[in-house]
């Protein structure tokens, strides 16, 4: 039987947090990006910084908090409260082409302590960049959807969270299969095709498709799917990321694995489908997941509901209810534990 829905967690002071931010409301489809407002009166906007491995944690933490508490303060009033109005999702504006030269250094970040009491977020790449599904700190309820065009910023509007569970490859191999994606394959069945054999460290970051392939067929016997080449810039962004000392739990998951654990079995049709995409939301649903009805721009069905699944899969992890493929992560050279939850 499905659970009651928790209290939805999209309030007035996380919208104007998350409207000055520049980042879209999914439950609304508006946004406090640049544009033409209609209405009178003044508009507060919070910038909100993308993560730098050059950039001091604590610094960009204060200025993301001041910002947001600003745009709550605003909600709350009433006063110079930023309009909103429907606009395209911001482009990253980044270039396809990814170097070697680009590869970030450093060890990983220092790995927070989870943090019961706050939420947690799920994250997929998008055609907008990426999209977020926020749960409150029950795991239940209709989750706050936000869109923007990075996963720093995406998170950074969300406000404090526990864990954010994110669907791209956390933990680069330099040699070899990864076991999380193996396993995976194996416990997912009949959609084995949706999870792709990640590139190695080398071939992410190559010039080209071909160079690529070359580098992952020189070091593990087989060259690179265009699935995980189209997802290289979002391989590279998360890459760099993860080298911050983080405030939450980041953690690899894969929407197909937790969709298959929430049913007890894994979806028997495609999710790009009418009928599949139905069948993940009665899935979700019964799990005490209730996603939005409304899409933002740049955001596909199925984008949103990978989100919420990845969402329901990180609370799993805030208590401890979760479990990995391998059973032990694997470490490559990068420091990353490479484990897909579920």
Known sequence: MPRKAAATFTTPARRAAASSAGVRDGMT???????????????????????????????????VTAGRASATAAGRTGQDRPHAHQGRARSTGRSAKVSERAQ???????????????????????????????????????????????????????GPVAVVGVDIPVGLPDGTRREADVQTRRFVGPRSSSVFTTPVRQAVYADSFGQANALNRERIGA??????????????????WLRQDLPFV???????????????????????????????????????????????????????????AAAWTAHRVKTGAGRTFPETPETFSDGLPAAIHV
């Open 29 to 63: 489809g508006k946004s406090g990006s640049a544009g033409r407002c209609r209405g009178a009166g003044a508009r507060t906007r919070a910038t909100v910084p993308a993560y730098s491995e050059h950039m001091d944690l604590r610094q960009w933490w204060r200025r």
């Open 104 to 158: 970030p250094t450093g060890r990983p970040g220092r790995r927070a302590p989870v943090e019961e009491s706050l939420p947690v977020m799920g994250v997929d790449a998008c055609r907008g960049g990426w999209v977020g599904a926020v749960l409150d700190a029950s795991g239940h309820g209709t989750p706050l959807v936000l869109v923007a065009a990075t996963v720093a910023e995406l998170v950074a509007a969300a």
């Open 223 to 240: 060259g690179v799917s265009q699935q995980a080449w189209a997802l290289r810039t979002r391989i590279a962004e998360v890459d760099a």
């Open 250 to 308: 980041v953690v690899e998951v894969h929407p197909e694995a937790s969709f298959a654990q929430m049913a007890g079995a894994p979806a028997a049709t495609s999710k790009r489908s009418a009928q599949g995409a139905a069948e993940r939301r009665q899935v979700l649903t019964r799990s005490g997941v209730a996603p939005p009805g409304t899409l933002p721009v740049g955001v596909g069905v199925d984008d949103l509901l990978d989100a919420c």
